[in-house]
């Protein structure tokens, strides 16, 4: 790097002149540099010194990349068999390098269409619970993150229906849900038959009414 020198008493001086990161040894010929947990560029300046005085100094420059970032977007609630596509594309490296994409299924009994690409499609069981998915994407210099990623499962909505119809044609029978009231005697009134009774009193005063005319 820095030539033969006249000796083998040469002296090393190691220091970071900017940037956050810290050395294993500031002597020596060899060191290890422990960058920092953000991004940043760390400048590095060697002195050699060998036995006669003669002094070589260079910088080292070394570029530091924070994580990567997840970003998916899909939904967060399925019905039991129901298919969604889970979509990672929007993920960044610091770098602006590639990106390698690996999906799992933790928990939930979910199938996956693929786990190494940036988009997927995630298929429901069939009963009700909580998916739980994992996304870990790699830089090209090898940093990593990963993030869990939950579908809440839902069983299929029932369609409601009224027990009884709120009003029935001449020809229509109804039931009631309570088969008897107590009436003013103290006996038992159905109310089924109150209904029908009721019905055919209708019928026939509509036909008194005809005949009149």
């Given amino acids: 790097m820095f030539g033969t020198f006249s000796d083998s008493t040469a002296h090393y001086v190691w220091s970071v002149t900017s940037g956050n990161a810290t050395l294993s040894s500031t002597s020596g010929t ?3 540099v422990t960058a920092p947990n953000t991004a940043d560029t760390i400048n590095l300046l060697l002195s050699v010194t060998d036995g006669s005085g003669n002094t070589a100094s260079k910088n080292h420059i070394i570029h530091v990349y924070g994580l ?23 993920s960044t490296a610091q770098d602006g390098g590639y990106l390698t994409y690996s999906w799992s299924v933790l928990n939930g009994g979910a199938t996956l269409s693929s786990t190494s690409a940036a988009t997927t499609t995630v298929t429901a069981p069939f009963f009700a619970g909580t998916i739980t998915l994992r ?5 090209d210099v090898g940093n990593t993150t990963a993030q869990n990623y939950s579908i809440v499962v839902i069983g299929a909505t029932a369609s409601s229906s009224s027990s009884s119809p709120a009003s029935i044609a001449s020809s229509s029978s109804v039931s009631s849900s309570a088969a008897t009231s107590s009436g003013s005697g103290g006996g038992a009134i159905n109310l089924s038959l109150l209904a029908c009774l009721s019905a055919l009193f209708a019928v026939r005063r509509y036909a008194a009414r005809s005949v009149t005319r």
């Fill in 30 to 32: 060899a060191v290890t």
């Fill in 68 to 90: 990567p970032t997840i970003s998916i977007n899909g939904a967060t609630t399925l019905t039991i068999g129901a298919s969604t596509t889970l979509n990672a594309s929007g």
């Fill in 135 to 139: 996304l870990t994407i790699t830089d």
